[in-house]
């Protein structure tokens, strides 16, 4: 009974580079959310998606970041030319449906650190 | 601005006491709320949740108490084991706005043997 995916765990970017962060979510489960953590911070919502549609983005910074949940395959988290300021946790979650009074199940998280 | 506030960023307790980990919120729409358990570089794990509709949920050695007109809530551990020590977020979500969790800043337990 696997639970959310994420892939990788580390990811080391130069800035200017580009970053790719795969989440898979829990069997059964429709519904993806990503996060970030700064460090010494709490987490903060970026985006929830369900497949090939984005639902709410009002996490996401306006520039530069990007979310899909194709209708095969994982979710994806893009982020073009990383700044050191993007180094940061990033968490997926998923839950088996939209609504309220359904708990989110997170991932391992994928540490991004730019360089 | 914080709408969901954990003002202790550390606790400590011995082993076969109780915990009690705080949370305060200002946004009256919240309807839900949860406390998740996070361990150094893991994701957080679900530990209990509560609808606005009810003041106490209780799941083993953990119970979430939640004062709507005081817009507070704490989670009790009792009693508390060594494995207990992580940082424990509380989160809440409005039910008219999707399902976007806003959640604290997190408070660092640590049960002493």
């Known amino acids: 009974n696997a639970g959310v995916m994420q892939n990788p765990r580390h990811l080391v970017r130069r800035r200017g580079q580009e970053a790719r962060l795969r989440c898979s979510p829990m069997?059964?489960?429709?519904?993806v959310y990503w996060y970030r953590q700064l460090p010494e911070e709490g987490l903060k919502f970026m985006v929830y998606?369900?497949?090939?549609?984005?639902?709410?983005e009002s996490g996401m910074p306006k520039e530069r970041f990007s979310a899909e949940f194709p209708k095969e395959g994982p979710s994806i988290l893009r982020i073009q030319q990383v700044v050191r300021g993007d180094s940061a946790a990033y968490f997926c979650?998923?839950?088996?449906?939209?609504?309220?009074?359904?708990?989110?199940?997170f991932g391992p998280g994928t540490r991004l650190t730019v360089t | 601005d914080q709408q969901v506030k954990q003002n202790s960023p550390s606790l400590s307790v011995q082993e076969g006491r109780i915990s009690i980990l705080n949370c305060d919120y200002t946004?009256?729409?919240?309807?839900?709320f949860l406390w998740y358990k996070k361990y150094p570089a893991e994701g957080p794990t679900f530990l209990i949740s509560?609808?606005?509709?009810?003041d106490k949920n209780e799941d083993g050695r953990f119970t979430v108490f939640l004062n709507k007109s005081a817009k507070h809530l704490s989670l009790h551990i009792v009693p508390s084991q060594p494995g207990d020590s992580a940082v424990y977020f509380c989160?809440?979500?409005?039910?008219?706005?999707?399902?976007?969790?806003?959640f604290g800043g997190g408070t660092r337990l640590m049960v002493k043997p």
């Open positions: 979650a998923s839950s088996k449906s939209g609504g309220t009074n359904y708990e989110q199940y």
């Open positions: 069997k059964g489960h429709s519904h």
């Open positions: 998606l369900q497949k090939e549609n984005i639902i709410d």
């Open positions: 946004n009256s729409m919240f309807d839900y």
């Open positions: 509560i609808s606005s509709i009810k």
């Open positions: 989160a809440a979500s409005e039910g008219n706005a999707g399902n976007m969790l806003t």
